[in-house]
């Protein structure tokens, strides 16, 4: 019996034991970025692949204190829950980062770890030829999303991941970017504001088309 495409990619995704990391920046744990990342991974394993979602509340990660150690040999000279972190993308086909927008900028959560992770790209590119991927959200209707995709998605770029989008192959642009707003209408002078962050369809459709692509791309890698 013939199977269909999306029965192949899920055989796949089994086969090759794929798995993909979220992050979640977020200073609010299981909140809004959360459930972005957690519709990522969603679609990710309904084709079979294996998810975990990291939140950097839970770990304690101290700041880089830029001794340049890590210009000589691929390793931080801090112990403490970094390595974790690192272990477990090292062991991952996929990444995803996420992170509401502070100040039209990632948290501070999220730049710490970006920073104490210099180690994986100085001497070696270490994530190299992973697929990475990003989702944000902000209070606001243009309240910075597009600044803080950028630099997540930069910052993958950098440590040399492959970066796909939400971008739908056979169906065209239906939004740009995993983007999303709690801001619901204005009315009367009256703003309001949706309760979660699962009420932005458009959002939340990237989000599921991201993990769609993530998959894609990595089973094309394989
Ligand atoms: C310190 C701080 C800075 C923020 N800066 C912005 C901003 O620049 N633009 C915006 O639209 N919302 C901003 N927000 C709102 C957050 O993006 C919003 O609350 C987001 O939903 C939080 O995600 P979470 O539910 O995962 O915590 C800010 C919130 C905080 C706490």
């Not at 089994?14 to 992050?23: G, P, T």
């Not at 830029?66 to 996929?94: F, H, M, W, Y």
């Not at 606001?140 to 950098?158: A, D, F, H, T, V």
């Amino acid at each position: 019996m013939a199977c269909r495409i999306d029965e192949i990619s899920l055989l796949a995704g089994r086969e090759k034991n794929m798995k993909v990391v979220a992050i979640n920046g977020s200073h609010r744990r299981g909140k809004n970025t959360s459930k972005m990342l957690r519709a990522v991974l969603a679609e990710v394993e309904a084709k079979g692949g294996t998810t975990e979602l990291l939140e950097l509340t839970d770990y304690e990660i101290k700041y880089c204190t830029s001794c340049n150690k890590c210009l000589r040999a691929p390793k931080c000279s801090i112990q403490d829950d970094t390595s974790v972190v690192a272990e477990k993308l090292l062991d991952a086909d996929g990444i995803v980062l996420g992170s509401p927008v502070y100040w039209h900028n990632v948290t501070a959560l999220m730049k710490n770890l970006m920073d104490r992770l210099r180690w994986m790209h100085m001497t070696e590119n270490m994530l190299a030829g992973k697929v990475g991927a990003a989702v944000t959200l902000a209070g606001l209707r243009n309240g910075g999303q597009e600044i803080c995709l950028s630099i997540m998605e930069r910052y993958l770029k950098s440590q040399g991941l492959i970066v796909v989008d939400d971008r739908k192959q056979d169906a065209g642009i239906l939004t740009a970017g995993a983007a999303g707003t709690l801001l619901a209408d204005y009315q009367d002078k009256q703003v309001s504001f949706r309760k979660s962050v699962e009420e932005d369809q458009l959002a939340i459709g990237a989000c599921k088309q991201i993990g769609r692509n993530m998959v894609d791309l990595i089973n094309r890698l394989k």
